[in-house]
């Protein structure tokens, strides 16, 4: 198992590398970084873009900058944001938080329901819960996710003024205690969770269904109705348990299309995370933070791999290659 | 003679596909569904009452009157923008959908039957564009390229879209490879690429268009997104983009502080409508293709 | 009264094309502490009518006729609940036909028969799981097995956990289903051993179903013998293997060479078994059949005892 898990983790870790570099050479392959800076702002003088240039290393050659950008990517140093006026770092850290919380709530929170609804859903196969069921997550998968939270954002902030129109909190409020802020954020996020969450939960109870389908048609699902065991612990004890190998390793390969949910919910909803991070800095043209976010993306995209790599052999006994 | 035999073979495969395909009702309605949105493509001139890319009156009228769903920003027909929006988001979508199913089939093809280092490195790259998040990854390309056009959009699409299908070409491909008849013709002497497009290609071809109507949705989801978000060709504006200038250029306020439904939910729901005609075709065709299917429903 | 008496019991299973008449009207008693051993053709209802018994047939299984009478209780007429707590694994068990795959590939083999007991009994976890490592010894799998998950045991070990899960709870009766079918030769005999074994420590009264004849007349005291979807013959296995009434067990024993002999699949019957969607009209076997007459194809034999304890379903026995 141990091999298992070093051998999946060499080979994130080599993707990592290739992902990296090839945003290292894509984002250099465009214009000169600093020429969109300078054109759109005459009155900063050339010698101080040259010195700026000087200190980012853009003077020397490119194998040099490669070198000198993947040994300071791994010590955090993501180099100064132009269009933010502060180290990319910085403005990474503080939006961070936003996006993790954004998305491990989504993805945690669905992934609990899809895997309920889709057994439910797979043991009354062919009824009409199911049918029902089944239809609507079908339906749900078909909304692009930032159109539905601007359906709700319509209806429910607009129409019946229930929840907040944007932001992550009350402009100009000042908190009496932490109860008190943290049931504002929570205000001002359900909207958004709400969106990624039904979702997901959509396009993860069909997945669920279809493998719970296909175990509860093995011969171990006989075996443990026979024992006598009841229908609910043969459902989740048996069945559910061994559909959920399937669904974390889908789970793992789906963060990435999380990350694009919370950039199109993170614009429609006007919060400050880094998925909107990465798409103001491709419009700026500000590419120390494009390398910075991306880092920072692939990394949290590649650990949530991982983890489910190691959650996959704690869940598994078969994996022991 | 083998030729016609080959035909009247084919056509009673349709045949019977036709017939499957008639008593499964909701890919029937999955059809026609699809086939009016491509038909309000095809004839998009004719049923506008518009040219969705004049200004035609004041802008941001309500809905009602001349202008079924108003006016935009610019003045003009939101109507017309939502019938020529078709033409825009199908193809696309099909576009897209073809240029991955060649560049996924030719990969998973290529990587399953040869093996070795190619396939480690052709999966490799399937891998990363899997794992990482299509969006960043497309709004780089779109970027780099200059974003303001329709093949750009095709390019990013298609470079996200096709690691899915090629691994499960490659799977196809592997298990093909052990089966008698390929042995055979490489017994006789058969060159790899005959073997891989005379006997492999054929063999995973239902596989392959049952996965190109899921493409198409794919690509027309991936790209309602990056049209949202600003990156799409404001000469042919399709039903993301159309989104986009909803939330950035006054659907949220309008001509007197209220939101415009009439510009947000019109795009929003064909998008739905159309994916969800494609997905119910496809699980359709995926029912005829994998017979072991039927039986989960 | 026998411990099983099955009555008329017919089972069909419903298609796209009609009903599947797997199990049409046999009647069959099992006597307590006997071994029965069943035999017949692939398909011609021998798995269907073991799973009426236990009441674990697919869904689109239904008993549409008969009883099962078990210790006296109609148990088709039980309602699931009592049946599956009072009956199922904890007076009747059963093991499965192709249990390769019958057990849960997530759990540790002791946890799942630990599993069993516990869902019976009320007993600590740590008996349970300390009688689920005798059970194994019982087998003559080591019982420090019990911590293995199912992918790390051979088919063999599997067959025998198999085993030592349907005497958790110690029944007094057990189907086994083809228990030995899907292993190798040597892993065959080992099983059929620790079955063996077992029957007489246990004083089981138990059922085998088998292709094999021979494992019938090494294992078993009784035979009975189907043929799509009847009961055509029913006795001792002297009464079956020297004397048998029926052409179509005639034909099985013929094609089988000696009690010693080295083991046979029976094939060598001319013709194949009916669709048992539409079967022939009188007797199911008169198409095949080398005696028949005009009556064959017209009416169904009924089944009769033609000496004590020896039954069978045939025009030629009804005369004389
Ligand atoms: N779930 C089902 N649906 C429809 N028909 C079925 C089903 N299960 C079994 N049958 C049919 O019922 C008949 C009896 O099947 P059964 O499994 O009882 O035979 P068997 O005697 O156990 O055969 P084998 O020796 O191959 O195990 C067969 O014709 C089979 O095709
Ligand atoms: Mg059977």
């Not at chain 3, 009434?245 to 060479?257: A, D, E, I, K, R």
């Amino acid at each position: 198992m141990k091999a298992y898990l070093v051998k999946r983790a060499l080979s994130l870790f080599i993707t990592f590398l290739v992902v990296m570099s090839a945003i290292f050479f894509l984002a250099r392959s465009g214009a000169d970084p600093f020429a969109e800076f300078i054109e759109s702002d005459p009155r900063i003088p050339p010698e101080a873009v040259e010195r700026l240039r000087h200190r980012f290393g853009l003077d020397k050659p490119l194998w040099q900058q490669y070198l000198d950008f993947m040994v300071s990517m791994f010590q955090g140093e993501f180099g100064y944001s132009v269009t933010f006026r502060r180290p990319v770092f910085d403005v990474i850290m503080v939006r961070l938080p936003w996006t993790l919380m954004l998305l491990t709530t989504s993805i945690v929170i669905s992934t609990i329901g899809a895997v309920f609804l889709g057994a439910y859903a797979a043991w009354n196969r062919g009824k009409k819960i199911d049918l029902i069921g089944t239809n609507i997550s079908l339906f749900v998968r078909a909304l692009p996710h930032f159109w539905l939270g601007m359906v709700f954002l319509l209806v429910f902030g607009y129409y019946y003024r229930l929840f907040p129109l944007y932001g992550v909190k009350t402009s100009g409020i000042e908190y009496a205690n932490v109860f008190e802020q943290v049931k504002d954020l929570l205000w001002h996020l359900t909207l958004p969770l709400a969106t990624l969450i039904i979702r997901q939960i959509g396009m993860y109870t069909l997945y669920m269904r279809g493998e719970t389908l296909e175990v509860l048609g093995e011969d171990f699902i006989t075996t443990a109705k026979a024992k006598g065991l009841s229908d609910r612990t043969v459902l989740f004890r048996h069945a559910v348990r061994t559909s959920l190998l399937p669904m974390v390793t889908v789970t793992a390969l789906r963060f990435g299309f999380m990350v694009n949910g919370a950039i199109l919910t993170e614009t429609v909803f006007s919060l400050p995370g880094t998925g909107r991070l990465i798409y103001q800095a491709i419009t700026s043209g500000d590419f120390f933070l494009l390398q910075g976010a991306f880092f920072i993306t692939s990394i949290t995209v590649l650990i949530a791999n991982l983890v489910a790599d190691i959650l996959y052999s704690h869940l598994d006994p078969r994996v022991r290659y | 003679m083998a030729l016609k035999r080959r035909l009247t073979d084919w056509r009673n495969r349709l045949v019977s596909s036709a017939f499957i395909f008639r008593h499964n009702r909701a890919g029937v309605i999955g059809l026609v569904i699809v086939l009016f949105f491509i038909s309000m493509a095809i004839f998009a001139p004719f049923i506008a009452p518009f040219n969705p890319y004049e200004r035609i009156d004041r802008s941001l009228l309500p809905p009602g009157g001349v202008y079924l769903l108003g006016t935009n920003d610019m003045g003009q027909d939101i109507f017309s923008e939502l019938i020529w929006g078709a033409r825009v988001s199908l193809s696309i979508g099909f576009t897209v959908a073809l240029v991955v199913m060649f560049i996924g089939t030719t990969v998973g093809v290529v990587a399953g039957y040869t093996g070795g280092l190619v396939d480690e490195v052709l999966m490799r790259f399937a891998d990363i564009i899997l794992v990482l998040p299509s969006i960043p990854l497309m709004i780089l390309i779109a970027a780099i390229m200059g974003r303001h056009n329709f093949y750009v959009m095709i390019l990013a699409l298609s470079v996200v879209g096709w690691g899915g299908l090629a691994r499960m070409v490659r799977a196809v491909t592997l298990s093909l490879k052990e089966r008698t008849f390929v042995e055979a013709a490489r017994a006789l002497g058969a060159s790899g690429g005959h073997i891989m497009a005379k006997h492999i290609l054929p063999n995973t071809a239902p596989l392959i268009l049952s996965s190109v109507i899921y493409q198409a949705v794919g690509a027309m989801m991936a790209e309602a997104g990056l049209a949202f978000l600003g990156l799409g060709d404001p000469t042919a504006k399709s039903w993301g983009m159309m989104l986009h200038y909803a939330q950035t250029a006054g659907g949220w306020w309008g001509a007197n502080g209220n939101p415009m439904w009439n510009w947000i939910i019109p795009p929003g729901l064909c998008i739905a409508l159309v994916v969800l005609g494609l997905m119910l075709v496809g699980q359709a065709v995926e029912e005829i293709v994998n017979p072991r299917l039927r039986r989960r429903r | 009264m026998p411990l099983l008496h099955i009555d008329h019991l017919k089972t069909y299973y419903k298609t796209l094309r009609g009903d599947v008449k797997a199990v049409d009207g046999v009647t069959l008693d099992v006597e307590k502490g006997e071994a029965l051993g069943l035999a017949g053709e692939s398909g011609c209802g021998k798995t269907t009518l073991a799973l009426s018994v236990i009441r674990l047939l697919p869904d689109n299984g239904r008993i549409v006729g008969g009883s099962v009478f078990f210790d006296s209780t109609d148990i088709t007429k039980l309602d699931s609940e009592t049946y599956r707590k009072e009956y199922r694994w904890k007076r009747m068990s059963m093991v499965f036909q192709g249990a390769m795959n019958a057990l849960t590939p997530v759990y540790r083999v002791g946890d799942q028969i630990a599993e069993a007991i516990l869902c019976h009994e009320e007993v600590e976890e740590d008996e349970a799981r300390g009688r689920a490592r005798e059970l194994l010894g019982l087998v003559g799998v080591d019982p420090e097995r019990a911590s293995s998950y199912p992918h790390e045991l051979s088919g063999g070990m599997r067959q025998r956990v198999m085993i030592a899960m349907a005497l958790a709870n110690n029944p007094e009766f057990i189907i086994a289903d083809e228990p030995i079918t899907a292993l190798d030769v040597i892993v065959q005999a080992q099983v059929l051993h620790v079955i063996n074994d077992l029957r007489r420590k246990l004083g089981l009264t138990m059922m085998l179903i088998t292709h094999d004849l021979s494992v019938i007349a090494e294992t078993c005291d009784g035979a009975a013998i189907m043929y799509a979807g009847k009961l055509v013959e029913r006795g001792t296995v002297i009464d079956i293997f020297k004397r048998p009434l029926h052409p179509y067990t005639q034909g099985l024993v013929g094609s089988f060479p000696s009690i010693r002999g080295a083991r046979k699949e029976m094939e060598s019957i001319p013709g194949s078994p009916p669709n048992l969607l539409q079967p022939p009209p009188g007797c199911r076997f008169h198409p095949r059949c080398p005696h028949a007459m005009d009556i064959c194809s017209r009416e169904e034999p009924p089944l009769v005892e033609v000496e004590p304890g020896h039954l069978a379903a045939c025009w030629l026995c009804e005369g004389g």
